[in-house]
């Protein structure tokens, strides 16, 4: 900086050629018969192809709209079948959960019945084995009181017949 307040900048120098630009386009005036016939024509081409796009539009949403009825048709029976087929597979394997807890169930009270069976037939077993003895034991007992009996009532005989003699 100088003195006087005021800085200096340098000067740019551009060396070589200044860039090419394009010309200008001229617009042509929308009133020459040229222009108003092409864009007439296209007016038209496009009135066509927008006549032809929404009579094929019509068809596919009757298309469409036959479809969804039929598909509909063929969907609703489809569904319930799936709908029941799940509710038979979900009935099903209640009923055979149901069934095989029951199953258990009755094989354990079936097998606590057949051990208890087996104590039963054993008890009976041993009371029979027990009165059988003591059956025996009576029978003995019986058979030496019929002996004692008899040779008691042989000396009363004998006995009556001594003193029947004196």
Same mark, same amino acid.
């Given at each position: 900086m100088r003195g006087n307040g005021k800085s200096e900048q340098p000067k740019l120098n551009f060396k070589g050629q200044k860039p090419q630009t394009k010309p200008a386009n001229k617009k042509q005036r929308a009133d020459s018969n040229n222009s108003t016939n092409t864009i007439m024509d296209e007016l038209f081409n496009i009135n066509t192809q927008l006549e032809a796009m929404t009579e094929e539009l019509r068809e596919l949403r009757e298309d469409l709209s036959m479809l969804k009825r039929e598909e509909i048709e063929d969907l609703i029976p489809k569904t319930v079948s799936a709908i029941m087929s799940k509710i038979e597979e979900t009935v099903s394997k209640k009923i055979k959960t149901e069934v095989a807890n029951k199953t258990q169930t009755l094989h354990e009270k079936l097998a606590g019945l057949e051990f208890e069976n087996e104590q039963l037939? *054993?008890?009976?077993? @041993? !009371?029979?084995?027990?009165?059988? *003895? /003591? $059956?025996? =034991?009576? @029978? $003995? !007992? $019986? =058979?030496? @009181?019929?002996?004692?009996?008899? =040779? /008691?009532?042989?000396?009363a005989n004998y006995n009556e017949q001594i003193f029947a003699k004196e």
């Open positions: 037939k *054993q008890t009976v077993c @041993d !009371l029979k084995n027990n009165n059988t *003895q /003591a $059956i025996n =034991e009576l @029978d $003995i !007992l $019986i =058979e030496k @009181d019929y002996e004692t009996s008899r =040779e /008691a009532l042989k000396l």
